[in-house]
């Protein structure tokens, strides 16, 4: 079964100091991967992807995540952190047995930038 | 372009009632998927609709139902309300349905409060 593990609750941050968001995946077949931050009270937006073709995948905001097969993770990453950054983020793996929109999420990291 | 709607934003039912929430994907987009969020569980998929069919059903009681209209809007039902059916909502719309890279966009969802 398709599954995704982000490894840390929480994550924090001095601004202007780089950031990195952890992901690991369990796929069967090609991993269509999948980044979204949530803010307070609002829906998930969406930030990447990774469906094939080169390992850094430059998202939007400054964001950008590493596909690395070999040790099955797609880490989120930014150079310098914004307060404004703080917020929920959500890797996520389509679901390829179900096939079609079935995205299967993980169960999110906290990050907070600190002035 | 509008991104995705979702009414009502907040509801307030007690055990046993029934609710709909109806969700309008972006212009053009022909694949509605939900998701309920839950402190506990997470993010999980119910169901994703395209073209008025549903295409995949996750692992929710046959309380929780859908449908879709022609004009790609959506709503989703849920029978007998359980205290444990409070959560946020989420409804994301997809171009298509069955490549399964397009990325999802997720309207700001419904908080729904079962008492």
């Known amino acids: 079964a398709q599954s995704v593990a982000q490894p840390e609750d929480q994550v924090n941050v001095a601004e202007g100091n780089p950031l990195t968001v952890k992901c690991t995946y369990s796929v069967s077949g090609n991993p269509y991967l999948f980044w979204y931050v949530q803010y307070p009270n609002r829906g998930l937006q969406f930030l990447l992807k990774?469906?094939?073709?080169?390992?850094l995948v430059k998202g939007s905001y400054g964001f950008e995540a590493e596909f690395n097969k070999s040790q099955t993770s797609f880490h989120l990453k930014k150079p310098s952190a914004l307060v404004s950054d703080s917020a929920l983020y959500f890797c996520?793996?389509?679901?390829?047995?179900?096939?079609?929109?079935?995205?299967?999420f993980g169960a999110g990291t906290r990050l907070a930038v600190h002035p | 372009k509008a991104g995705v709607t979702q009414t009502p934003r907040y509801l307030i039912k007690t055990r046993g009632q029934q609710v709909t929430l109806s969700c309008s994907p972006i212009?053009?987009?022909?694949?509605v998927s939900w998701y309920q969020q839950t402190p506990g569980q997470g993010l999980q998929f119910l169901f994703e609709y395209f073209s008025e069919t549903q295409r995949n059903k996750g692992n929710f009681p046959g309380r929780f139902s859908g449908r879709q209209f022609s004009n790609s809007r959506s709503e989703m039902n849920v029978s007998t309300l359980e205290l444990g059916d409070s959560a946020l909502y989420l409804c994301a719309s997809s171009l298509t349905s069955g490549s399964g890279y397009n990325e999802q966009f997720f309207g700001p969802g419904t908080r729904l409060t079962v008492l």
């Open positions: 212009s053009g987009h022909r694949s």
């Open positions: 996520a793996v389509r679901d390829g047995g179900g096939g079609y929109n079935k995205l299967i």
């Open positions: 990774y469906i094939t073709g080169d390992n």
